[in-house]
């Protein structure tokens, strides 16, 4: 069971972690180099959490649970994060 949502609802979820515009933060995909920015990826909420994937090659980007006070970040899907400092 999965319920495909655009990359803006990643940003939510990300944005309780980090302190940038997640949405416009590009991450670089392991599987096949493509770059995106989080907000033009694919995001599919699960009951166990949010799963982040890339729409170029369906690869596992980021993985994102919330459970029992603290959040599981499983990033191992990207290569590179680019994060504008100047946002
Ligand atoms: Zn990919």
Do not use: W
């Amino acid at each position: 069971m999965e319920n495909k949502l655009d990359g803006n609802a990643a940003g939510g979820i990300l944005q309780e972690i980090f302190p940038f515009e997640m949405t416009l933060v590009q991450a670089s995909c392991t599987g096949c180099g493509v770059t995106n920015t989080i907000g033009a990826l694919a995001v599919y909420m699960h009951a166990m959490g949010t799963v982040i994937r890339c729409p170029a090659c369906n690869s596992v980007l980021i993985r994102v649970v919330h459970a029992k006070g603290r959040y599981l970040l499983d990033m191992r899907g990207v290569s590179v994060l680019q994060i504008n400092a100047e946002a």
